[in-house]
């Protein structure tokens, strides 16, 4: 092994480490916040907008962020101003530990996450083009594994010394990898940045379109269950606060365990097209099931068909809709793919928490099935024109999706 090969090996694993402990610092806390604002007298309508502030901010930067590191060719700056923000919004939450503060924190939190663009497009940039989807599944595992360690270090913590602590380890964590980001060493430049209209060409690319709206319908959903609502379900059954953070756990050793079997072989075999759709099913399956649950024991069970649709769907779906995308556009299309996405994650929580509030809890799991619903019939019907497509004569092509 060469020592360039040394060096993006070494990189490689920095990078990861970053991942690990942004994510852990983003979540540690997520278990428990809905079930803690429930116990101060936060309104279940207003927990909804928290939720959704999250993805607010990710809605409103995420674009912008894609294009300027397009334009300056640079990812660094942004993992370091991800990696700050992660720990600046705990501070909120730890000096405004009400409703507000949480507001304010998400949105903070929001913007840290605005920044895994640049954390995505520069790990990919150290793999080959044909290794697109096994680079996004890797990457993926690492965000997983890092929410995994914080929803551990909730369950240890929470029952004993409460959400101020953990949001103390929210910021006590962010500091180290804010440090070890100013280590990170990018590939000079070696072409002249396209225009701003160059690059915003490829918002109209189809793919990347289709599967925006995917991955919009997969986190919307996730977001609105088992980073809020589902925790709720588990204290209305009597759940103690041990095992909610169980339930947490089993739903992100799942996403951890199908994000890096998405990058396998064995995933490729069948690859996107039977993977996309059989677990959208096993997440609308899980919405359909949550609100009719009589005992706790049955959560644990549903918690993992959502980890798979953590792990398999939105490892497909990155690598979907970045597959028509050259490398000088390759953050711009990353942050419009997160943008869309982040319509779901602001919207449907708010959605969920108003017919929550407004009429019961089962209408609102069905309003999340239903969402998970269109989304199968989105992904079939793409499939089948991109299918029809290849049967089609080359001078009416055009015609077709990509």
Same mark, same amino acid.
């Given at each position: 092994?060469?020592?360039?090969?040394?060096?993006?090996?070494?990189?490689?694993?920095?990078?990861?480490?970053?991942?690990?402990?942004?994510?852990?610092?983003?979540?540690?806390?997520?278990?428990?916040?809905?079930?803690?604002?429930?116990?101060?007298?936060?309104?279940?309508?207003?927990?909804?907008?928290?939720?959704?502030?999250?993805?607010?901010?990710?809605?409103?930067?995420?674009?912008?962020?894609?294009?300027?590191?397009? !334009?300056?060719?640079?990812?660094?700056?942004?993992?370091? =101003? @991800?990696?700050? /923000? +992660? %720990? $600046? #919004? *705990?501070?909120?939450? !730890?000096?405004?530990?009400?409703?507000?503060?949480?507001? =304010? @924190?998400?949105? /903070? +939190? %929001? $913007? #840290? *996450?605005?920044?895994? !663009?640049?954390?995505?497009?520069?790990?990919?940039?150290?793999?080959?083009?044909?290794?697109?989807?096994?680079?996004?599944?890797?990457? !993926?595992?690492?965000?997983?594994?890092?929410?995994?360690?914080?929803?551990?270090?909730?369950?240890?913590?929470?029952?004993?010394?409460?959400?101020?602590?953990?949001?103390?380890?929210?910021?006590?964590?962010?500091?180290?990898?804010?440090?070890?980001?100013?280590?990170?060493?990018?590939?000079?430049?070696?072409?002249?940045?396209?225009?701003?209209?160059?690059?915003?060409?490829?918002?109209?690319?189809?793919?990347?379109?289709?599967?925006?709206?995917?991955?919009?319908?997969?986190?919307?959903?996730?977001?609105?269950?088992?980073?809020?609502?589902?925790?709720?379900?588990?204290?209305?059954?009597?759940?103690?606060?041990?095992?909610?953070?169980?339930?947490?756990?089993?739903?992100?050793?799942?996403?951890?365990?199908?994000?890096?079997?998405?990058?396998?072989?064995?995933?490729?075999?069948?690859?996107?097209?039977?993977?996309?759709?059989?677990?959208?099913?096993?997440?609308?399956?899980?919405?359909?099931?949550?609100?009719?649950?009589?005992?706790?024991?049955?959560?644990?069970?549903?918690?993992?068909?959502?980890?798979?649709?953590?792990?398999?769907?939105?490892?497909?779906?990155?690598?979907?809709?970045?597959?028509?995308?050259?490398?000088?556009?390759?953050?711009?299309?990353?942050?419009?793919?997160?943008?869309?996405?982040?319509?779901?994650?602001?919207?449907?929580?708010?959605?969920?928490?108003?017919?929550?509030?407004?009429?019961?809890?089962?209408?609102?799991?069905?309003?999340?099935?239903?969402?998970?619903?269109?989304?199968?019939?989105?992904?079939?019907?793409?499939?089948?024109?991109?299918?029809?497509?290849?049967?089609?004569?080359?001078?009416?092509?055009?015609?077709?999706?990509?």
């Amino acid at each position: 092994m060469t020592s360039k090969q040394v060096n993006l090996a070494t990189q490689k694993k920095i990078l990861l480490i970053i991942v690990v402990l942004f994510w852990f610092s983003q979540y540690v806390y997520i278990p428990y916040q809905t079930p803690y604002l429930t116990s101060i007298g936060v309104a279940t309508s207003f927990i909804g907008i928290i939720v959704g502030a999250y993805g607010f901010s990710q809605l409103i930067l995420r674009m912008p962020v894609g294009l300027m590191a397009d !334009i300056k060719g640079k990812h660094k700056v942004f993992i370091i =101003i @991800g990696t700050t /923000f +992660s %720990g $600046l #919004a *705990s501070l909120f939450r !730890i000096f405004i530990p009400n409703g507000i503060g949480f507001l =304010i @924190g998400s949105l /903070f +939190s %929001g $913007l #840290a *996450s605005a920044m895994w !663009i640049s954390f995505m497009v520069l790990y990919s940039n150290s793999f080959k083009k044909e290794e697109l989807q096994k680079s996004t599944g890797i990457i !993926i595992g690492a965000n997983n594994l890092g929410i995994l360690m914080g929803f551990i270090a909730g369950t240890l913590f929470y029952d004993t010394l409460g959400m101020k602590f953990l949001c103390i380890l929210s910021l006590v964590i962010a500091i180290p990898s804010t440090i070890l980001a100013f280590f990170i060493k990018e590939p000079p430049i070696k072409s002249k940045p396209l225009s701003v209209i160059q690059l915003a060409s490829v918002y109209v690319d189809k793919r990347l379109i289709i599967f925006s709206l995917i991955a919009l319908i997969q986190q919307g959903v996730l977001m609105s269950t088992c980073m809020s609502f589902t925790t709720q379900v588990a204290k209305m059954l009597g759940g103690s606060g041990f095992q909610i953070g169980m339930i947490s756990i089993i739903y992100i050793v799942s996403a951890v365990a199908s994000s890096y079997f998405s990058a396998s072989r064995s995933a490729a075999k069948n690859g996107a097209k039977f993977w996309i759709p059989i677990t959208l099913i096993c997440l609308c399956a899980y919405c359909i099931i949550i609100p009719n649950v009589q005992s706790i024991a049955y959560i644990f069970f549903a918690q993992i068909l959502a980890g798979m649709g953590n792990g398999i769907i939105f490892s497909f779906c990155t690598s979907e809709a970045m597959k028509n995308v050259s490398a000088d556009r390759k953050s711009t299309a990353m942050g419009y793919f997160q943008a869309i996405y982040a319509i779901g994650m602001t919207i449907i929580p708010i959605s969920t928490g108003l017919i929550y509030n407004f009429y019961n809890m089962n209408s609102a799991y069905y309003f999340l099935a239903c969402m998970t619903g269109i989304g199968v019939l989105i992904v079939i019907c793409f499939y089948f024109f991109k299918d029809q497509r290849k049967k089609t004569p080359k001078s009416t092509e055009e015609y077709s999706l990509k």
